[in-house]
């Protein structure tokens, strides 16, 4: 089977767009390499802390990764720092929050980060906490205090 010189193209094309995609990173701590992104998936591989690493995509609080070309599979998010160039001293990326904001970039949610459906249906109740929050709850005339002891505006929204 020969490729013409236009499908070629379309694929080299292609590859380089693969390759602008992916996102360099390091492990923050000894990481465990799944074959799919389960937790309950085979672990192919332990990556030591501080090994460089790339991301190939995301799904929900998994990144499929490549390590030198020769490993792939997924780890939890968390296991991940992203490789950035250094920060001068008092840069607290503003600038990036800004141009999200104003359309610049897009952003994503995953909502809570690090659960995913199978530990969210694992979870067991805790009825003590439930407890434990029911002694925060306030009187408005508490409420009220506070305000005035804070000099605070009592309107609300």
């Not at 332990?46 to 991301?55: K, M, N, Q, V, Y």
């Amino acid at each position: 089977m020969t490729i013409s010189p236009v499908m070629a193209a379309c694929l080299y094309l292609c590859s380089l767009s693969l390759f602008a995609q992916q996102q360099q990173a390091d492990t923050v701590k000894e990481t465990p390499v799944h074959q799919t992104a389960q937790i309950s998936s085979a672990v192919i591989e332990r990556l030591p802390a501080d090994t460089a690493i790339a991301i190939m995509q995301r799904h929900r609080a998994w990144y499929q990764i490549s390590q030198q070309n020769t490993l792939s599979g997924w780890v939890k998010m968390l296991n991940v720092r992203f490789a950035t160039s250094p920060k001068r001293a008092g840069e607290v990326g503003i600038g990036q929050l800004l141009q999200s904001v104003s359309g610049g970039r897009s952003t994503e949610s995953t909502g809570i980060r690090g659960f995913d459906a199978e530990s969210l249906s694992n979870s067991v109740p805790n009825p003590a906490a439930v407890l434990l929050l029911d002694g925060f709850v306030t009187t408005p005339t508490q409420q009220q205090a506070f305000i005035k002891q804070g000099q605070l505006n009592g309107a609300t929204p």
